[in-house]
T-cell receptor, first 112, second 113 residues
Framework: QQQVKQSPQSLIVQKGGISIINCAYE??????FPWYQQFPGKGPALLIA?????SEKKEGRFTISFNKSAKQFSLHIMDSQPGDSATYFC???????????FGTGTSLTVIP | NAGVMQNPRHLVRRRGQEARLRCSPM?????VYWYRQLPEEGLKFMVY????????ESGMPKERFSAEFPKEGPSILRIQQVVRGDSAAYFC???????????FGPGTRLLVL
């Protein structure tokens, strides 16, 4: 049973465009939602994270939008660059430090 | 400040052999988590340990798999009598405390022939 559903599976965006990746969850006990970026052959690296007490968090070109009532959250990458090409995973946890439940990943390709 | 370190980075084993994967958490981190990643899939939680204690092993197969995090030294994930289905990338993460975010190591890619 997949606790966190992620879409799309793959995404191709033109350089300068906006990349949007969506995740949905069912467990209302989740209250910490990180996004990780993974390059081939590397471990996941924390990109940005949000708690459900805010609806949006922005760090540079990366923004998380959170809709608590719909149990959905999304990652927006503004002004996408070829260097952003990687696999992105959303995750959820009942609280920071407990096990993370990961989405299945989105392979992003930003073409010049 | 060195990040989470894992070794070996790549490990090849024949069916029936044992695999030992090591993880050194970030300095000052006393919480360690192990995840498994199959090709084209997300990471699946296996086990959560603190020094000398297994806190949650709900994601770890009951047979052939074990984990430890001794008082001194790295955390070790041990897979006995490996089978082809164990081929995957195994990632370790560490955190400073119970309510701190997790930082991942580079992973160990296990191939079972």
């Amino acid at each position: 049973q997949q606790q966190v559903k992620q879409s799309p599976q793959s995404l191709i965006v033109q350089k300068g465009g906006i990349s949007i990746i969506n995740c949905a969850y069912e467990n209302t006990a989740f209250d910490y939602f990180p996004w990780y970026q993974q390059f081939p052959g590397k471990g996941p690296a924390l990109l940005i994270a949000i708690r459900p007490d805010v609806s949006e968090k922005k760090e540079g070109r990366f923004t998380i939008s959170f809709n608590k009532s719909a149990k959905q959250f999304s990652l927006h990458i503004m002004d996408s660059q070829p260097g952003d090409s990687a696999t992105y995973f959303c995750a959820a946890s009942p609280f920071i430090g407990n096990q993370f439940y990961f989405g299945t990943g989105t392979s992003l390709t930003v073409i010049p | 400040n060195a990040g989470v370190m894992q070794n070996p980075r790549h490990l090849v084993r024949r069916r029936g052999q044992e695999a030992r994967l090591r993880c050194s958490p970030m300095k000052g981190h006393s919480h360690v988590y192990w995840y498994r990643q199959l090709p084209e899939e997300g990471l699946k939680f296996m086990v959560y340990l603190q020094k000398e204690n297994i806190i949650d092993e709900s994601g770890m197969p009951k047979e052939r798999f074990s984990a430890e995090f001794p008082k001194e030294g790295p955390s070790i994930l041990r897979i006995q009598q490996v089978v082809r289905g164990d081929s995957a990338a195994y990632f370790c993460a560490s955190s400073e405390g119970l309510e701190e975010t997790q930082y991942f190591g580079p992973g160990t890619r296990l191939l079972v022939l």
